[in-house]
Each structure stands twice: as structure tokens, then as C-alpha cells.
T-cell receptor
Framework: KQEVTQIPAALSVPEGENLVLNCSFTDSAIYNLQWFRQDPGKGLTSLLLIQSSQREQTSGRLNASLDKSSGRSTLYIAASQPGDSATYLCAVRRGDMRFGAGTRLTVKP | EAQVTQNPRYLITVTGKKLTVTCSQNMNHEYMSWYRQDPGLGLRQIYYSMNVEVTDKGDVPEGYKVSRKEKRNFPLILESPSPNQTSLYFC????????????FGNGTRLTVT
């Protein structure tokens, strides 16, 4: 059974810092991995999707990498801003979809 | 506007009273799915559908039913709700079952007393 783990569970940083969020999964037989953002009381917003054949994806200040063989993905956020404060979730997909518990990020002004 | 629409946003009901939460997408997506989100347990998949008339169990299907009679709709049915089904529910869809991003609805907060 696929297990997805995100570390750390919570992170607080000052504005302007670059930061890395981690996601690990136990079964490398996946179609893709997706990173989401969730604001309190809201739905999930898709940030980046990495296909199993890809190594990384970039969108603006966000860069996600995937190492399928080691079961790891990282989400890099450059020059963090208070508006980046949210919970970030990763999910792996193979037919079904399994989510990590998320990393709650707080960016202080 | 391309979106996944869930209704209702909030629902309070009593144990045993059948209810349906609707989900509709206007993007011609093949894949649709339902999740519940609980504190400390995260997001867990209830059911998913790869296409019309094709549904599969996710991680926590007990106590739920779904149907996919047409491409745009994927209702979640609770035949006899119980208090342990109190949760935040999300519907999501994607263009293909494997390779495209998942788009989420805004959620339905269900309370069963």
C-alpha cells in the first residue's frame, strides 16, 4: 500500500527566504506526482504536476523535482512571500491517488 | 469558467437520513473522484471513476456509493449517514485518468448528528 510522507509538518520562515518542502513515497510505480496548495477552509489548488518520466517542473518561483527511484520529491519556493502562507500537499497517482499530510508554511513579514 | 462544482457547501443532517452530494464539472474530464479530509488523517480517497460507468473504490469506500451515468456528474451518496462520516468532502476531476492535473471543487462540509 502506497504511503506518502511530508516533512516537515510545519515550517515558519521570514519573508524572502528560499525554502524546500519534502515528500517521500514508498511505491515508485506511479503515473505522476502533483503538488497542491490549500488555504484554510478552501479547496486545493494545483501548483505543479510531474509525470513519472520527468525530473522537474517549474512555474514562476516554484520548482518541483522528482526522483522516482528513491521515492522522493521536493518543492522549492524561491524568495518566499507572506502570500505563500498555506498548507502544501503532495499526492502520487496510479489509478487511485494518495496524499501526504501536508506541510503548513508560515511566511512572516 | 472551467470549474468543479459541488453542492451543497454545508450540510447538517441526522443519522440514517439518506443524502446526496452533487459534483459536476464542465471541462469534459474523463476522471472524477471523491475525497474526505479529516484533522490528523489528511485527504483520503473514497471512490474514483476513470470514465462513464466505470467506478473503483479508493481508500475509504465503506458507507458511500457513487455513480457515473454521464461524464460531467459524479454524485456521492450516503445511504445511511453516521456521525463518523462528519467531514470535509472534496470532489475533483482531471482530463485523463493518468497524466493531467487534478482540479478540485470548493468542498462540502458535512455534519451528521
Amino acid at each position: 500500500k502506497q504511503e506518502v510522507t511530508q516533512i516537515p509538518a510545519a515550517l515558519s520562515v521570514p519573508e524572502g527566504e528560499n525554502l524546500v518542502l519534502n515528500c517521500s513515497f514508498t511505491d515508485s510505480a506511479i503515473y505522476n506526482l502533483q503538488w497542491f496548495r490549500q488555504d484554510p477552509g478552501k479547496g486545493l489548488t494545483s501548483l505543479l504536476l510531474i509525470q513519472s518520466s520527468q525530473r522537474e517542473q517549474t512555474s514562476g518561483r516554484l520548482n518541483a523535482s522528482l526522483d522516482k527511484s528513491s521515492g522522493r520529491s521536493t518543492l522549492y519556493i524561491a524568495a518566499s512571500q507572506p502570500g505563500d502562507s498555506a498548507t502544501y500537499l503532495c499526492a502520487v497517482r496510479r489509478g487511485d491517488m494518495r496524499f501526504g499530510a501536508g506541510t503548513r508554511l508560515t511566511v512572516k513579514p | 469558467e472551467a470549474q468543479v462544482t459541488q453542492n451543497p457547501r454545508y450540510l447538517i443532517t441526522v443519522t440514517g437520513k439518506k443524502l446526496t452530494v452533487t459534483c459536476s464539472q464542465n471541462m469534459n474530464h474523463e476522471y472524477m473522484s471523491w475525497y474526505r479530509q479529516d484533522p490528523g488523517l489528511g485527504l483520503r480517497q473514497i471512490y474514483y471513476s476513470m470514465n462513464v460507468e466505470v467506478t473503483d473504490k479508493g481508500d475509504v469506500p465503506e458507507g458511500y456509493k457513487v455513480s457515473r451515468k454521464e461524464k460531467r456528474n459524479f454524485p456521492l451518496i450516503l445511504e445511511s449517514p453516521s456521525p463518523n462520516q462528519t467531514s470535509l468532502y472534496f470532489c475533483a476531476s482531471s482530463l485523463s485518468p493518468t497524466g493531467s492535473p487534478l482540479h478540485f471543487g470548493n468542498g462540502t462540509r458535512l455534519t451528521v448528528t
